[in-house]
């Protein structure tokens, strides 16, 4: 019976349908009734663990079954008249002249949808390959900032290649691209090829692990070549064409380089609870119970810093500080939140990238938003994972989202030096946790800043369970005892508005709200429950750990290593300076000891956000006799506040001598709904 019999015949379309029904019922039996006695879960077919779908199949069957009739009797009715109009010159000559005259518009379309995964593929600092068939990164300083290190010998290389999905529409399906990698002298002359190589495919990343060989010497450069053969050709014979298409195309990412690992080195937990205040929590002497988890690993092995200042008071500056050890207008990646950001500039080096050329797994489970990848955060992360749960409607779900990626990657790598870094936006608004709103009287309106702290408290108590089952599942793998601990915020939260038309929030202002920060660290070797007095900053986490995990820093970072204090010594009083506003004038301030000095510094390419109320051009604070700020000596500074004067300008001045050369860059839709649900953008 053919297809055009059972169009004619609905009878025997039915029997069809009819014998189509029994096998899909008697599978779907199978399935729900037999299935699960006879067979473990994990050794079951793809289709058993989802039994749902021979169910749909048969209920499928059976409505076109029922329906058939209907079908039959319209398709009588419509036939005729259907075929005449196919076969009228009038409307099938039309049609074939309009699909030629589209065709060179589709080809354009798929022109242009290569070119925006090209720009996209460039923005995120990866390399093009070119237009012929030959090494085209010079040398390692190109790709690293570094030259290649005899330290290398015996280490392995580990890059991306890939071709952009567009270009399967240039490739024959019988081509095969790849990229071999090869290691040239000094000189420029002999190439020494590496083994292993990276087969292009059109749309897809693939990661390639290289073995260095045991022997580099200083000045050796690195190269790529592209190989492109046809399979229908003569073997060992390339395609012209195939090679200059999968030349032209290719992209490679920055490469990443592992050590050879010598003596164990104890492994990085990075916890970044953002917009989380110091003094909302009980170690720091918070009243209310909202982070039981977080003070314990205070008291059980931990050291906290009383007095850990922030370098912005929001979050992408703030965590980049983080990351490079340099002072937001250093990095460069400092303007205020659109749809225009910078990208870190290739010039600077992440706390990622380092550990993972000493040999580290590095993964990255964040709440994009305002760290997504596009900002340069991704960098030195073999994993950098941005959880979708900025929607108001599911807030709930965000650090549980983050956490469960988190903890299956931990697990994966518990036999192996790792770098983990865990950021949660659950203390972020929208504040949605109502376990103390029972605590707060009826009459208090929606932004009555008695309710607001209530629900960001039941926030933080939330996200403290969530630390306790990260610490937990550390503990329960054996690596409590050979994990760094470092628990810390990027920027507080803002309760009682300082300007008039200025709800609650973050970045508008440098007060102590948002600047002091929690810095708990825990070390195998830490003082038991240890309390630091010494004021330190953010980027002094950087240079810290590196000196912990026994790697060596770059030059030019601005943070210093308080890993004395890790040891119960004392360290020095250290000033301590943030910048980066995202709403309003740009203002910069300088603590010295007891005081604090704010400043307005307007700059040309950072044009100020608007704020209803008109912002003091000067602030002097006496943060002993006035910890909340609401009282400016500015009147009585005398020659102190000449001296902080000088001091803060001096530091401003050299920092803008030292600024990155940070791309400008426009954020994609994804990066921007996330940051409207974040209440960034409007």
């Known amino acids: ?9 609905p009878r025997a379309a039915a029997v069809v349908i009819d014998l189509l029904i029994v096998a899909a019922a008697a599978a779907t039996a199978w399935v729900w009734l037999v299935g699960p006695l006879v067979f473990e879960p994990a050794l079951r077919p793809i289709h058993w663990r989802h039994p749902s779908r021979p169910l749909g199949i048969t209920a499928a069957l059976v409505l076109a079954r029922l329906l058939l009739p209907l079908a039959a009797a319209a398709w009588r009715r419509v036939s005729r008249p259907v075929v005449a109009v196919i076969r009228s010159p009038w409307v099938w000559v039309p049609l074939l002249v309009l699909a030629i005259a589209a065709w060179p518009w589709w080809r354009h379309r798929e022109f242009q949808r290569l070119v925006r995964e090209t720009r996209a593929a460039r923005a995120q600092g990866c390399y093009q390959i070119g237009l012929q068939t030959r090494p085209v990164v010079d040398d390692l300083e190109m790709l690293e900032g570094l030259p290649i290190d005899p330290a290398m010998a015996g280490g392995r290389m580990e890059i991306a290649c890939g071709l952009p999905s567009g270009a399967v529409r240039w490739l024959d399906d019988t081509t095969r691209a790849s990229v071999a990698f090869e290691v040239r002298g000094a000189d420029g002359g002999h190439a020494e090829p590496l083994p292993g190589s990276c087969e292009l495919v059109a749309g897809r990343w693939k990661v390639v692990s290289v073995d260095l060989p045991g022997v580099l010497k200083t000045g ?3 190269g790529l070549r592209v190989h492109a053969t046809d399979a229908s050709a003569a073997p060992g014979g390339p395609d012209d064409r195939a090679a200059r298409v999968a030349a032209t195309l290719a992209f490679v990412s920055r490469p990443g380089f592992r050590a050879r690992a010598a003596a164990p080195r104890p492994n990085l937990l990075l916890i970044s609870l953002d917009t989380l205040r110091a003094d909302h929590l009980g170690a720091y002497g918070y009243s209310r119970p909202v982070s039981p988890n977080i003070d314990r690993l205070a008291a059980n092995g931990g050291v906290l810093f009383e007095r850990a200042v922030s370098q912005a008071p929001w979050t992408t500056p703030s965590h980049m500080s983080l990351f490079t050890s340099l002072f937001p207008s250093v990095h460069a990646v400092d303007s205020p939140t659109s749809i225009h950001q910078r990208m870190l500039g290739e010039d600077r080096r992440t706390l990622a990238e380092l550990l993972h050329g000493a040999g580290y797994a590095t993964g990255a489970f964040t709440g994009s938003g305002s760290i997504s990848a596009l900002y340069g955060f991704w960098r030195g992360f073999e994993v950098y994972d941005e959880t979708d749960k900025d929607d108001p409607e599911r807030r709930g779900e965000d650090i549980s989202g983050v956490f469960d990626k988190a903890s299956s990657w931990l697990v994966a790598h518990r036999a192996e030096p790792f770098f983990l870094f865990f950021h949660s936006y659950e203390a972020h608004a929208p504040f949605v946790h109502e376990t103390f709103l029972s605590e707060v009287p009826p009459d208090a309106g929606a932004e009555d800043p008695r309710r607001l702290e209530a629900l960001y408290d039941g926030d933080i108590l939330y996200a ?44 508008h202002t440098l007060y102590d709200d948002l600047l002091h920060v929690p810095l708990i660290v ?14 330190v900053q953010i980027i002094d986490v950087m240079p810290t750990v590196l000196e912990l995990l026994g790697v060596v820093p770059p030059e030019g970072l601005q943070g210093v290593s308080f890993a004395p204090a890790l040891r119960g010594e004392a360290i020095a009083a250290r000033r301590a300076f943030a910048e980066a506003i995202n709403y309003g004038p740009e203002r910069k301030t300088l603590f010295d000891g007891g005081l604090k000095y704010i400043k307005v510094f307007p700059r040309a390419d950072k044009p100020a956000r608007e704020i209803s109320a008109p912002v003091p051009d000067e602030e002097l604070f006496d943060l002993t006799s006035d910890p909340g700020e609401r009282r400016s000596i500015l009147a009585g500074g005398g020659a102190r506040l000449d001296q902080l004067r000088k001091d803060l300008q001096a530091l401003v001045a050299l920092n803008t001598a030292r600024r990155g050369a940070a791309r400008e860059q426009q954020l994609d839709e994804e990066t921007i709904r996330r940051l409207k649900a974040l209440g960034y953008i409007q």
């Open 1 to 9: 019976m053919t297809i055009k019999g059972l169009a004619r015949s």
């Open 220 to 222: 050796s450069h690195l």
């Open 464 to 507: 403290d369970g969530f630390v306790g089952q990260l610490l937990a599942l550390l503990e329960g793998l054996g690596l409590d005892d050979k994990t760094i601990v470092v628990l810390l915020s990027d920027h507080g939260e803002e309760f009682v508005p300082r300007y008039p038309g200025k709800r609650f929030g973050h970045g």
């Open 522 to 535: 825990r070390t195998p070797g830490s003082a038991r429950g240890l309390r630091v007095k010494a004021q």
